[in-house]
């Protein structure tokens, strides 16, 4: 029996948005072509502000730009809201309410590599792994609208 772990299966035992799966549900992952992309360059696009949202990220890898476009003028000028870094997870509400993105992404670090989960590849999953790519969506969810509800809060106080 071979007992090395692939890189790539290292990268994502890494991963907290994982813990709920088991050995043979990543295993089922990492076997998946397509899913598993490596930028090199910094400053590469991942997807850009206005675009069609149809798919989610899992940094396993570096560190990502999440950007919004500001006009001046003629200039479109990004500014930079958020670096994410390995274990991050963003584009899910794109990806669950198949709606325009509001914000773009570009790789800070070389390289970066993420898992890009679209609504095809999703429901082509075995429903155990959907289910639990549901829940960590969700967890996910809940723990960003808590975030902003103690920043309003702070807010008013």
Same mark, same amino acid.
């Given at each position: 029996?071979?007992?090395?772990?692939?890189?790539?299966?290292?990268?994502?035992?890494?991963?907290?948005?994982?813990?709920?799966?088991?050995?043979?549900?990543?295993?089922?992952?990492?076997?998946?072509?397509?899913? #598993?992309?490596?930028?090199?360059?910094?400053?590469?696009?991942? #997807?850009?502000?206005?675009?069609?949202?149809?798919?989610?990220?899992?940094?396993?890898?570096?560190?990502?730009?999440?950007?919004?476009?500001?006009?001046?003028?003629?200039?479109?000028?990004?500014?930079?809201?958020?670096?994410?870094?390995?274990?991050?997870?963003?584009?899910?509400?794109?990806?669950?309410?198949?709606?325009?993105?509001?914000?773009?992404?570009?790789?800070?670090?070389?390289?970066?590599?993420?898992?890009?989960?679209?609504?095809?590849?999703?429901?082509?999953?075995?429903?155990?792994?959907?289910?639990?790519?549901?829940?960590?969506?969700?967890?996910?969810?809940?723990?960003?609208?808590?975030?902003?509800?103690?920043?309003?809060?702070?807010?008013?106080?």
């Amino acid at each position: 029996m071979n007992s090395t772990i692939s890189p790539l299966m290292k990268c994502v035992n890494q991963i907290p948005f994982f813990d709920g799966f088991s050995n043979a549900e990543k295993e089922m992952l990492i076997k998946r072509s397509g899913i #598993f992309k490596k930028y090199e360059k910094i400053g590469s696009t991942l #997807f850009s502000d206005g675009g069609k949202g149809d798919s989610m990220f899992v940094i396993l890898e570096g560190v990502v730009d999440i950007t919004r476009t500001n006009f001046k003028g003629d200039i479109e000028k990004p500014f930079v809201l958020a670096q994410l870094k390995k274990g991050s997870v963003f584009g899910e509400i794109s990806l669950l309410g198949n709606q325009t993105r509001t914000t773009g992404a570009s790789t800070a670090s070389s390289p970066v590599i993420v898992m890009e989960i679209d609504k095809k590849t999703l429901e082509s999953f075995e429903l155990g792994i959907q289910n639990l790519f549901h829940k960590e969506m969700i967890l996910i969810l809940i723990r960003r609208l808590d975030e902003m509800n103690k920043k309003l809060i702070n807010l008013k106080g």
